[in-house]
């Protein structure tokens, strides 16, 4: 099989995972309403875990299917990219980079840095997946979704939506393909603008000088020479905010969040769990005792303590870069 073959193969066994429930953890149950709300806050931490989790599983599924009986072997890497690795001990290799989202975070806060460069054969694929606790709020993790999307129209995406020089820059690594493997550099960086107005349109005019689609990102050494002088000659500071899945704005991953937000469940679709979720202090604590049996006791901090949500449209100092 070539490249995309391994892939289009290995997407419809991953595909059948949806609804899998990751029998290794289980999120007991709150005994107060302090607890769930407190709850709600932290789950997400847990999508690590439960990424790796799937990528035991996707690397058991694939080697027992009988299509990869033949011809190379999947493994999972850690550390390593892409997580899911099938090889054949010749050139052609093919992967899946795995992504767990838990759709009641505030964002997708997971990243994707890797350069254009890196996926020139179309030979990584990002698999992202959505998993929420059979009981919205404890019990056992569950693929709720999944898309699998190429990881080169994912960094392409990104770099169109960041670079926009010189109020941003997106940066490609050196070339460092002569050092050994554990130290060659892949990721891109982001650089956000600093100077003032005065110098912000003396770097326009510089960039006018570039000519026609100057302004336009490109991985090649001479564009990328420009765009490290503009860095050098005015101040920018490095976004440490960047590349966040959730900003990157792909078309693919836009359509699955949308999917994932309109889903329902238990008589909800998610979008409306998660508006219930950051509701006021008295429609969840209602919802709490009603729905959950979870109940208030006056010792219970939860309803007194806990502050009221802010407005839909306002966001944390993270989003100040965008």
């Not at 899911?84 to 052609?92: H, I, K, N, P």
């Not at 998993?131 to 995406?157: E, K, N, Q, T």
């Amino acid at each position: 099989m070539d490249i995309q073959g391994i892939i289009k193969r290995a997407s419809t066994i991953l595909a059948t995972k949806v609804g899998h429930r990751f029998d290794q953890l289980e999120i007991a149950k709150p005994k107060s309403q302090f607890e769930a709300i407190n709850l709600l806050k932290i789950t997400s931490k847990l999508s690590p875990i439960i990424g790796n989790l799937f990528e035991i599983d996707a690397v058991e599924a694939l080697t027992a299917s009988a299509a990869f009986k033949k011809g190379g072997t999947w493994i999972r890497q850690d550390p390593g990219f892409p997580d899911v690795l099938y090889r054949t001990g010749e050139a052609v290799e093919a992967g899946f980079e795995v992504k767990a989202w838990y759709p009641f975070a505030t964002e997708i806060t997971g990243r994707f840095k890797d350069s254009q460069t890196r996926f020139h054969t179309d030979q990584t694929y990002v698999l992202m997946f959505a998993w929420v606790p059979d009981h919205m709020l404890f019990g056992r993790p569950r693929l709720l979704d999944m898309c699998i999307v190429s990881a080169r129209s994912v960094a392409v995406a990104r770099d169109e939506h960041y670079h926009k020089p010189p109020d941003y820059l997106v940066i490609e690594p050196r070339d460092t393909s002569k050092r050994t493997r554990n130290l060659q550099q892949t990721n891109t960086s982001g650089y956000k603008f600093q100077g003032t107005a005065g110098e912000l349109e003396r770097a326009r005019k510089l960039i006018a000088k570039w000519g026609k689609g100057g302004d336009r990102y490109q991985v090649t050494p001479e564009y990328q020479s420009l765009v490290r002088e503009l860095r050098a000659n005015f101040e920018y500071r490095l976004d440490t905010n960047y590349a966040k899945m959730d900003r990157v704005i792909h078309d693919g991953l836009e359509t699955f969040k949308s999917k994932v937000m309109n889903t329902t469940v238990e008589g909800r679709s998610i979008a409306e769990w998660s508006r219930l979720f950051r509701a006021g202090k008295t429609t969840l604590a209602t919802e709490l005792d009603s729905r959950f049996k979870i109940r208030a006791s006056p010792t219970d901090p939860s309803i007194a303590a806990a502050p009221e949500p802010s407005s839909p449209s306002s966001r944390s100092s993270e989003s100040d870069d965008e």
